[in-house]
């Protein structure tokens, strides 16, 4: 589909209008000029036309550790995008920063519409004729605040993408890359995608919006996201940390499987673990990746010894596929890919009800059911699977509160006897039979 690029410098409401042409909160909007710092990719729609928005970091404003990163990702995004949007403040005119800018994209060579923001009223229309003066024929002032002239933006944009055609929607398996900060999220999809689509810097907290990037490997189609690295609430000082914590949770949620990074020298800690339990609460396929590995000292069967201490620390993850990596060198990544998919294949699996009617007839049989201190045992009539992704199996029984965590996790394992379950979490519920 056709790229728009959404460029300008600093704090003119690039990511407020971005949502907007998304018609969701996709980009962390904050009145800190430098929010956006990675490029972010959506799919927008008008008229019965599809294409990309591209959110992009601001550029030759005040500079600081970031801008040279920033201003490299801008110019990739202009080189991919088929249309440039560039942004102006309508209640500041056009500054020499916005001829600057105006001048690197007509040294680019792309289609150019010119959005002059926070024209709230009509009768503010004349500052956006100023624009003109940046050499541009297309230009419109809207409000990305007030949704003003919004439609009249897009008719200019669809106006000028070039034709294409659909691709047909082969399925993606959508993979978010999560962990702590500074684990190496953005280091690892860069080296996935071949690309440099991540802003990489040894700062924690680089990255901040979940960056979208879909790419074939081992022949099928992945997508991926980079997130911004969890931390506990009370060490989120503003409500930009904030919102990059919200918006790491919604990666997960929207995602088939999660990566979870963990740095080899220090692997297993609280944080890793949280992280791990919101994935396995959401149902999500689950990969535990031990990073920077060639950082480790040679010593023998360390991996044996190391996947030990991984399970020992996460006893609740005996089913997640522990692989070691490195994201700097590239080893151990190639084996994501396959790993990734057959998690998302057994996300998927069912088991036949008939099979898991003998199961409960073995469990009957052989094992000791729970009971309470008045004598009272669990009977388990039949059960059924109800849906997957991730497989979820209903039991009916006398007394679900007969129930109790052990036997789950027993019964869980004989489930994983079964079928193929590695990588995904499986649900269990107990109902009494009078809701069959």
């Given at each position: 589909?056709?790229?728009?690029?959404?460029?300008?410098r600093?704090?003119?409401?690039?990511?407020?209008?971005?949502?907007?042409?998304?018609?969701?909160?996709?980009?962390?909007?904050?009145?800190v000029?430098?929010?956006?710092?990675?490029?972010?990719?959506?799919?927008?729609?008008?008229?019965?036309?599809?294409?990309?928005?591209?959110?992009?970091?601001?550029?030759?404003?005040?500079?600081?550790?970031?801008?040279?990163?920033?201003?490299?990702?801008?110019?990739?995004?202009?080189?991919?995008?088929?249309?440039?949007?560039?942004?102006?403040?309508g209640t500041?005119?056009?500054?020499?920063?916005?001829?600057?800018v105006?001048?690197?994209?007509?040294?680019?060579?792309?289609?150019?519409?010119?959005?002059?923001?926070?024209?709230?009223?009509?009768?503010?229309?004349?500052?956006?004729?100023?624009?003109?003066?940046?050499?541009?024929?297309?230009?419109?002032?809207?409000?990305?605040?007030?949704?003003?002239?919004?439609?009249?933006?897009?008719?200019?944009?669809?106006?000028?993408?070039?034709?294409?055609?659909?691709?047909?929607?082969?399925?993606?398996?959508?993979?978010?890359?999560?962990?702590?900060?500074?684990?190496?999220?953005?280091?690892?999809?860069?080296?996935?995608?071949?690309?440099?689509?991540s802003?990489?810097?040894?700062?924690?907290?680089?990255?901040?919006?979940?960056?979208?990037?879909?790419?074939?490997?081992?022949?099928?189609?992945?997508?991926?996201?980079?997130?911004?690295?969890?931390?506990?609430?009370?060490?989120?000082?503003?409500?930009?940390?904030?919102y990059?914590?919200?918006?790491?949770?919604?990666?997960?949620?929207?995602?088939?499987?999660?990566?979870?990074?963990?740095?080899?020298?220090?692997?297993?800690?609280?944080?890793?673990?949280?992280?791990?339990?919101?994935?396995?609460?959401?149902?999500?396929?689950?990969?535990?990746?031990?990073?920077?590995?060639?950082?480790?000292?040679?010593?023998?069967?360390?991996?044996?010894?190391?996947?030990?201490?991984?399970?020992d620390?996460?006893?609740?993850?005996?089913?997640?596929?522990?692989?070691?990596?490195?994201?700097?060198?590239?080893?151990?990544?190639?084996?994501?890919?396959?790993?990734?998919?057959?998690?998302?294949?057994?996300?998927?699996?069912?088991?036949?009800?008939?099979?898991?009617?003998?199961?409960?007839?073995?469990?009957?049989?052989?094992?000791?059911?729970?009971?309470n201190?008045?004598?009272?045992?669990?009977?388990?009539?039949y059960?059924?699977?109800?849906?997957?992704?991730?497989?979820?199996?209903?039991?009916?029984?006398?007394?679900?509160?007969?129930?109790?965590?052990?036997?789950?996790?027993?019964?869980?394992?004989?489930?994983?006897?079964?079928?193929?379950?590695?990588?995904?979490?499986?649900?269990?519920?107990?109902?009494?039979?009078?809701?069959?």
């Open positions: 589909m056709p790229v728009v690029a959404i460029v300008g600093p704090n003119v409401g690039k990511s407020s209008l971005f949502n907007r042409l998304l018609g969701r909160r996709e980009a962390i909007v904050d009145d000029p430098g929010v956006t710092r990675d490029r972010l990719y959506g799919e927008a729609e008008w008229d019965g036309r599809a294409f990309y928005v591209v959110d992009t970091g601001g550029i030759l404003g005040e500079r600081t550790d970031f801008s040279a990163g920033i201003e490299a990702h801008v110019k990739r995004a202009v080189e991919e995008c088929d249309l440039a949007v560039l942004v102006i403040d500041m005119g056009v500054t020499s920063s916005d001829e600057d105006a001048r690197f994209l007509r040294r680019a060579g792309r289609p150019v519409v010119v959005a002059v923001n926070k024209i709230d009223d009509p009768k503010h229309e004349p500052r956006a004729a100023e624009a003109y003066v940046l050499g541009f024929g297309d230009v419109v002032g809207v409000s990305a605040l007030h949704r003003r002239n919004l439609d009249e933006l897009l008719d200019l944009v669809v106006a000028k993408l070039p034709k294409w055609e659909e691709e047909d929607g082969a399925d993606e398996i959508r993979v978010s890359i999560v962990g702590r900060p500074n684990v190496g999220k953005s280091s690892l999809l860069n080296r996935l995608a071949g690309d440099e689509r802003l990489v810097s040894p700062i924690a907290g680089t990255t901040r919006d979940p960056v979208d990037t879909s790419v074939a490997l081992e022949g099928r189609r992945f997508r991926l996201v980079d997130t911004a690295g969890l931390r506990k609430k009370s060490r989120m000082d503003s409500d930009l940390e904030y990059s914590f919200v918006r790491t949770l919604e990666a997960v949620d929207r995602s088939d499987v999660a990566l979870l990074l963990m740095e080899a020298t220090e692997p297993c800690t609280d944080a890793d673990k949280k992280i791990a339990a919101h994935v396995v609460e959401k149902g999500r396929g689950l990969i535990l990746l031990l990073n920077k590995w060639d950082l480790l000292a040679k010593k023998d069967k360390l991996g044996d010894k190391m996947a030990g201490k991984v399970r620390e996460l006893p609740f993850l005996p089913w997640a596929p522990v692989l070691f990596v490195s994201a700097l060198s590239g080893r151990g990544v190639g084996k994501i890919a396959e790993v990734a998919a057959g998690v998302y294949e057994n996300r998927r699996g069912r088991i036949p009800t008939n099979v898991l009617n003998r199961l409960m007839r073995d469990v009957l049989a052989f094992d000791r059911l729970p009971s201190r008045r004598g009272k045992s669990l009977k388990i009539y059960c059924l699977q109800s849906s997957v992704e991730p497989p979820t199996f209903v039991f009916f029984v006398n007394d679900p509160d007969l129930v109790d965590s052990a036997f789950e996790n027993h019964i869980q394992k004989e489930l994983r006897a079964l079928a193929d379950f590695t990588g995904s979490p499986l649900r269990t519920f107990w109902r009494p039979r009078s809701e069959a």
